[in-house]
């Protein structure tokens, strides 16, 4: 999981914070749910993804993947925002 969460990291810029929970429901109606909450504070901005699934690995696996995109999205805004005013 360590390997994972230094692959985020990348995308960020310090200072950073990561706050990362998990919650288990053992009492679901589709049997033991796990759920994964990634919240990241950096500059100003907040990146938040949850995602559940049957197992931790996959929960943070999804989520991990979830705020990838989010990241992502957020610096391909910032980009197209700095070659407009560029102009």
């Known amino acids: 999981m360590e390997e994972k969460m230094d692959r985020l990291e990348k995308m960020l810029h310090p200072p ?14 589709q049997g033991q749910v ?3 909450r990634f919240n990241i504070k950096q500059s100003g901005e907040v990146f938040h993804a ?3 699934s ?3 690995q996959n929960a943070v696996d999804l989520t991990l993947a ?10 391909d805004k ?3 925002g700095r070659a407009k005013n560029s102009r």
């Open 78 to 80: 910032r980009k197209q």
């Open 34 to 36: 796990i759920t994964c």
């Open 54 to 56: 049957d197992t931790v």
């Open 16 to 29: 950073f914070i990561i706050d990362v929970r998990l919650s288990h429901d053992k009492h679901h109606r």
């Open 50 to 52: 949850e995602r559940s």
């Open 66 to 75: 979830a705020t990838k995109k989010e990241l992502l999205k957020f610096q």
